[in-house]
């Protein structure tokens, strides 16, 4: 079913919801809500392409020319006429049109809760979830979708109706600074969480973007990196994730890229925007840029941006002024500033902020209730990556229990940059950056959930001691004869820079190595925004990775800890070994990159004024775990790897092949726990030497002893290959590999299909 017929069809079975929220947002009764209701109904009888073409051609020519460019409001007091007054400290405003009913757009970063980075709204709290990450370890999609609604909803209660959120682009490199903004190393994984939190986010009559379209992959010269990679590879790994996120959550909107992609900037690029996203997928929103990804005025209206965002951040303001020439000279069609404008509506229309306005002024707020959803993505997120000797869960009757070290005494790390959430509670660590690309929007900061509280509460008659690790011998001493020792290890990272390497910073590997040599019970728990080496991994005997667990991390670790929950989550990305495993150990061209950031950063030049830096992707359509088995290397821990305190069995595979694949199997819960487990469908290709796929999971929980039945059908674009000459997806006829695992590495249960042809459109 194509994408304009589904939206339809899904918008009339929703827009009982919508007319809900329009009634509540003006305290109408229930009797007013079923009025509502009706009216809303007959507006969206016709489409809405219709309804928004009916309204550009009551717009003047500079009321569209209004629509196309956005404020960015913490610098909008140096545009002159900038309607200050209407704006509130976010990531962007776009003036509406009040005599068409059209609102005006008011946007917030969003990834992980209503941003508020550095404080812009003082006093102003959200609700922290966990990194993305620790969503996407959840594997599970209500998760997903449930963090999407609480999102939107806290949103929508702050006045704001677009969320920057929905950030899909894969993990191509363990190092890059926003790996924990995003949801992993593979498309399908990615692709439907990020859909699921997207269609959270929309169902409060809001708009959420998808991002970064496409291949954001490098943090450090973001703005000067051009992305190498053919188009076949491109569409089966990062375009295939974005694709789906697209199809099943249906974003507003799209945001453009700062790099380049095959020599032109995302935001500019014609492949990407008209022919991949517009033709190909059929999307009938708008493509907005990411706030200073501009570069020019007609090559991007005619390459398919629709609006310029956060325009004091660009050279100058593209679709302002040379955008009104550009349309009065004929260089730019007046039909193409039709579309630009039309498709803004479009996504709104869809989205429901046209039938269901936010209120203007802050509505209440359940924060407690939120708080709930954030725990829950955490404790399903954390992944128990090692437990020798069945160190844990700890005993809450255990007599000494010693902390050391990540701040446990007071909270859980949280990410930096335009993420970053002012969480409920507070922080009570924030440094603020002295130096380098995320100095003027980031802080190192903490989230106000200790874990030291939520384990002496877990434990109550247990002597609990904190350390704070900074002297290694001191604290080995104080580890020693403890019956169990917990080490907080922490990496931060955050957007607009990479980290330079993968070893934990401060001589964390230090710390341990000397706290295990002390004590041989020693978990290390790890908050990181992504991988990192662990040369101390053959001394402990326990680590569990716990991402950064947003604000109510601490409660969600110590439950896990003292086995209050069964951890299920699984790795979305994996963790290398060795560095050199990687495609490439560090980021490229680091020194150059920083030079060229650090000269914009200062004023003495823009990033524009250096030259593209390329960077070429020899893995190709391999991203991640398919890298690895590519190229024989054994990583540390594989993508999809979790632990449990139970043990599960497969049996009794059946495959349904032919026109498409489908396989059932039995789970049984073998241990005397109950527990979640997320069995994991692969599948190799034809082609020689092609690496398995994921191509399905599920998630089940079982009391001890149960066995349930699961079946699994493929994603079909997985099983296939792109073929540019057709264009479209290939599926081979012939045996394809069937494997059933654990993890990415896992054989136990496996089988061959027999797959008839089959041709699928872009």
């Known amino acids: 079913m194509r994408q304009s017929v589904r939206r339809r069809l899904q918008r009339t079975v929703s827009i009982s919801v919508i007319a809900l929220i329009a009634a509540q947002s003006v305290g109408l009764s229930a009797v007013a809500a079923t009025a509502a209701t009706a009216i809303v109904l007959q507006t969206v009888a016709s489409s809405s392409q219709d309804r928004a073409a009916a309204l550009v051609d009551q717009l003047t020519r500079e009321e569209k020319l209004q629509l196309v460019h956005g404020y960015f409001p913490p610098m909008a007091d140096r545009t002159p006429g900038a309607p200050l007054d209407q704006m509130i400290p976010s990531a962007g405003y776009v003036p509406g049109v009040p005599r068409l009913g059209i609102p005006a757009l008011r946007e917030s970063d969003a990834s992980l809760g209503v941003a508020n980075q550095v404080e812009q709204r003082r006093g102003d709290v959200a609700t922290a979830l966990p990194s993305s990450l620790a969503t996407a370890a959840t594997f599970d999609t209500e998760i997903a979708h449930a963090g999407g609604v609480m999102i939107g909803s806290e949103a929508r209660a702050k006045t704001f109706n677009v969320l920057l959120a929905g950030g899909v682009n894969l993990t191509r490199d363990p190092w890059a600074g926003r790996n924990f903004e995003y949801l992993g190393e593979d498309p399908l994984l990615a692709g439907v969480m990020a859909g699921e939190h997207i269609r959270g986010v929309q169902s409060n009559a809001i708009v959420s973007t998808v991002k970064h379209f496409a291949f954001n992959s490098q943090e450090t010269g973001r703005m000067i990196m051009d992305a190498r990679l053919d188009e076949a590879a491109l569409r089966e790994s990062d375009l295939l994730a974005f694709q789906i996120a697209i199809e099943r959550g249906e974003p507003g909107s799209v945001m453009c890229a700062y790099n380049r992609v095959n020599g032109d900037y995302a935001c500019e690029s014609d492949f990407l925007l008209n022919q991949v996203l517009k033709r190909d997928w059929d999307y009938p929103g708008w493509v907005m840029s990411d706030w200073g990804a501009v570069h020019s005025t007609e090559k991007a ?82 992944v128990l990556l090692k437990n020798a000797r069945a160190v844990l869960p700890l005993s809450p009757s255990a007599p000494r229990i010693v902390l050391i070290g990540g701040h446990a005494d007071v ?14 509670g507070g922080a009570p660590i924030e440094i603020p950056l002295t130096s ?23 434990a109550p008659d247990a002597e609990v001691t904190f350390v704070s690790g900074d002297n290694h011998a001191a604290a080995a001493q104080v580890a020693r004869g403890a019956d ?55 001394a402990v005997p326990a680590v569990v990775q716990a991402w950064y667990p947003g604000q109510r991390g601490g409660e969600a670790l110590a439950r896990i800890l003292f086995g209050q929950l069964n951890p299920s989550g699984r790795l979305p990305i994996t963790f290398p070994r060795s560095a050199d495993q990687a495609p490439r150990p560090t980021p490229p061209g680091m020194e150059a990159l920083k030079a060229s950031d650090a000269a914009s ?118 099983l296939a290959e792109y073929d540019t000459a057709t264009p479209g997806w290939r599926i081979a006829a012939g045996p394809y590999r069937v494997r059933i695992g654990r993890d990415a590495l896992d054989d136990e249960l496996g089988g061959e299909a027999t797959l008839s042809p089959r041709t699928l459109q872009p």
């Open 301 to 382: 209206a005619l390459a398919g941006l629709d609006q310029e965002s956060g325009q004091e951040l660009d050279r100058q303001t593209f679709f302002g002024a040379p955008l009104t020439e550009a349309v009065a000279d004929g260089r730019v069609p007046e039909a193409r500033l039709d579309d630009m404008v039309q498709r803004i509506l479009v996504g709104m229309i869809d989205a429901g902020v046209m039938d269901a306005p936010v209120v203007e002024t802050a509505q209440d707020i359940d924060y407690t209730t939120n708080a709930e959803v954030a725990q829950r993505a955490a404790e399903a997120g954390i």
């Open 601 to 718: 950063n200062a004023g003495s030049g823009s990033a524009a004024e250096f030259q593209p830096f390329p960077v070429e992707y020899p893995e190709g359509s391999d991203v991640g775990y398919r890298w690895y088995e590519r190229e024989g290397h054994s990583p540390l821990f594989p993508f999809g790897h979790g632990l449990s305190y139970t043990r599960f069995e497969y049996g009794d595979l059946r495959i349904e092949d032919g026109d498409r694949l489908t396989v059932s199997f039995d789970v049984t819960n073998a241990g005397e726990r109950a527990g979640t487990d997320v069995p994991q469908l692969y599948v190799t290709p034809q082609a020689e030497g092609a690496p398995r796929r994921l191509a399905g999971w599920s998630r089940l929980t079982l009391q001890p002893g149960e066995t349930r039945r699961v079946s699994i059908t493929a994603e079909p674009r997985i």
């Open 411 to 424: 909270g859980v790390l949280s990410g930096g940059g335009s993420s970053q959430v002012r969480s409920v």
């Open 484 to 538: 169990a020792v917990v080490v907080f290890a922490t990496q931060w990272t955050t957007e607009a820079q990479d980290v330079e390497t993968l070893s934990l910073p401060d001589d964390q590997d230090g710390l341990i190595t000397a706290v295990a040599a002390a004590n041989p019970n020693t978990t290390v728990v790890l908050e990181t925004g992504g991988p990192v080496l662990m040369p101390w991994i053959d």
């Open 436 to 458: 380098g690309a995320a100095a003027s929007f980031a802080r190192l900061t903490y989230h106000a959930s200790s874990p030291l509280e939520a384990i002496r509460r877990a």
